[in-house]
């Protein structure tokens, strides 16, 4: 089935170290996005790529790199310098062409602090 | 700065009731506006899209409005079933800017007890 696989399900980080959160998708969609949720907030956004090889920052870039070296994935890096890293993260995708295409989502990948 | 609100934050009702979800934004220069479910500790799933053209949009017990003009919406379910509960969060896509890049409000926390 199509879709949208975020991996691992939960991710646990230590002090001063960088983690990676996989996105993949088999949707054909050219535009991938990365979210971050916070209890009792909406979903803020980190990072988007409409097309292979290019990213925008979102409004939380911050502590944050991703890639996109192949449009089915896009990693997102969550840095040392991310002093609190502890949320919900979500990978959407979508088409890019025309205004009215919905974000799908994948299930979530809930990172912690050790 | 586009901002979204919901309220209320939080809805218990009992089975069978009608009820309806509230969503209002700040910028009406909307491309769309989507309403997504999300379960706990789940991604989202698109429930309905709106076009900016569009007055509502329906599918099965849920129907969706949209009034550009004063910034609001609302999502109605019809005869609410206790699988209904989950998070129900408003999303619209300004025209400005790139990207299907989305502004999500806080969400709906939405309890239906038998």
């Known amino acids: 089935d199509g879709g949208i696989t975020q991996s691992p399900k939960y991710l646990f980080r230590k002090e001063g170290q960088n983690v990676t959160l996989s996105c993949e998708q088999n949707l054909n969609h050219d535009a991938m996005y990365w979210y971050r949720q916070d209890p009792g907030q909406g979903l803020r956004l980190i990072y988007y790529?409409?097309?292979?090889?290019?990213?925008q920052k979102g409004d939380i870039a911050e502590g944050y790199s991703v890639s996109r070296e192949k449009k089915e994935s896009f990693p997102l890096t969550v840095t040392s310098a991310q002093k609190n890293p502890t949320a919900f993260y979500l990978c959407?995708?979508?088409?890019?062409?025309?205004?009215?295409?919905?974000?799908?989502f994948g299930d979530g990948t809930r990172l912690s602090i050790l | 700065k586009q901002e979204v609100t919901q309220i209320p934050a939080a809805l218990s009702v009992p089975e069978g009731e009608n009820l309806v979800l509230n969503c209002s934004f700040t910028?009406?220069?909307?491309?769309?506006l989507q309403w997504f479910r999300q379960d706990p500790g789940k991604g989202l799933t698109s429930l309905l899209l709106i076009q900016s053209s569009q007055r509502e949009q329906t599918s099965g017990r849920l129907n969706a409005s949209l009034d550009k003009s004063s910034g609001r919406s609302t999502l109605y379910i019809a005869a609410s079933q206790p699988g209904d509960s989950a998070t129900y969060l408003c999303a619209v896509r300004l025209i400005t800017g790139g990207g299907n890049k989305l502004t999500f409000g806080t969400g709906t926390q939405l309890k239906v007890e038998l």
């Open positions: 959407a995708s979508s088409i890019v062409r025309g205004s009215n295409q919905p974000q799908h």
């Open positions: 790529s409409q097309i292979v090889n290019d990213f």
């Open positions: 910028d009406s220069a909307i491309y769309n």
